[in-house]
């Protein structure tokens, strides 16, 4: 097997034709079209011989018999980590940058949904800007009977921010009275007010058995919830319409979108991309079957030199990498910039 950092320089060069003449018409790549690249200088033959080496090996793939290549996961990986890392967006993209962010302004939040608006824009893929939040204080909490053994538990935290969770007790012999939910709202409330939910300590007993395990049940599910680590993230999606353009088959189109709509989802990958150490991660790299066909490109932003979150694009594993690339690298360190320049002003 060759390995995948040692093709030698004519496979290599072959491969990256494939790739850029597959991600700028769709359509599998033949040994004819690939040999009149000059700088190549061989026969359409030793072309096709060197594309059956490079299927073989798994960089390429033959949709049909009698069709031309196209890139697998491991040919678009190879062909990424050999980018040149000095990408540059155009002048024109470039200005639009400075111009998107010389009259960025308003709320957080505001700019955050902007900056994933106009990197779509930018890119023509779908955007996400993740931001990181520190685990808020709670003001109260509230139990509300939904069903018999179904409650709903409203938290409010100390920011204003509003959660919700529904919780199924399990043991049908146990279906509180509204007076028990209210003794277990009060009696959770006063435990967790001003703490943040994974605080340690167990909540007093009330001298009700069925109060106590209603309380304790509501606490765990907020601890779990906590667990997950995206309570505290907030998520912004740009561009969403994009991916119907992205990709032909509506199942493809559909399970996208769904994955798009699901923040915790969302928040692991991009989080998971960069605990490994990449800015690009490409179909099956990402563990999540829906996204099978895509890649993601991402970059951390800080502000006054903490990383505060994430700009992403989310597209087809026949993207345009190197552009965006650059725009990510590019929209993360500005958006970083206008943020911390904002905190000095406050």
Avoid: W
């Avoid at 040994?31 to 059956?52: D, H, Q």
């Avoid at 902007?114 to 779908?126: I, K, Q």
């Avoid at 409010?156 to 509003?162: D, L, R």
């Avoid at 399970?255 to 699901?262: A, H, P, S």
Wanted: hydrophobic content about 40%.
């Amino acid at each position: 097997m060759l390995d995948a950092n040692m093709l030698d320089d004519r496979k290599a060069a072959i491969l990256r034709a494939v790739v850029e003449e597959y991600i700028q018409t769709a359509q599998p790549v033949g040994s004819a079209a690939v040999s009149r690249i000059p700088e190549l200088s061989v026969s359409s033959a030793t072309v096709r011989n060197e594309m059956g080496v490079l299927e073989r090996e798994g960089y390429l793939a033959q949709p049909h018999t009698s069709a031309g290549r196209i890139p697998t996961d491991k040919g678009y990986r190879f062909f990424v980590d050999h980018l040149d890392p000095a990408g540059r967006l155009g002048p024109g993209q470039t200005q639009k940058v400075r111009a998107f962010f010389a009259s960025a302004h308003g709320e957080l939040e505001r700019m955050l949904s902007d900056t994933s608006r106009f990197l779509s824009g930018l890119t023509d893929y779908a955007a996400v800007v993740v931001r990181e939040g520190d685990p808020a204080r709670v003001r109260s909490v509230q139990l509300v009977s939904l069903a018999p053994r179904l409650v709903l538990v409203v938290i409010v935290f100390a920011t204003g921010a509003v959660d919700k969770r529904t919780l199924e007790l399990l043991d049908s012999r146990e279906d509180p009275t509204e007076d028990q939910i209210a003794a277990a709202s009060a009696s959770l409330s006063a435990f967790l007010e001003g703490e943040v939910i994974g605080g340690g300590g167990r909540i007093p007993p009330t001298g009700d058995a069925v109060v106590d395990r209603l309380a304790e049940s509501a606490r765990a599910a907020l601890q779990h919830e906590e667990s997950t680590g995206d309570a505290h993230s907030q998520v912004f999606v740009g561009g969403a319409a994009r991916m119907a353009e992205a990709f032909d088959a509506v199942s493809t189109i559909r399970k996208v979108l769904d994955i798009l709509e699901q923040q915790y989802v969302l928040v692991t990958v991009v989080r998971d991309v960069l605990d490994r150490g990449l800015s690009v991660s490409i179909g099956a790299e990402h563990g999540v079957q829906p996204l099978a066909d895509c890649s993601i490109v991402v970059a951390p932003y800080e502000v006054e030199g903490e990383r505060a979150g994430t700009v992403g694009i989310l597209g087809p594993t026949r993207m345009h990498y190197e552009q965006a690339l650059a725009a990510v690298a590019v929209v993360s360190k500005r958006l970083g910039k206008v943020l911390s320049e904002g905190t000095e002003g406050r």
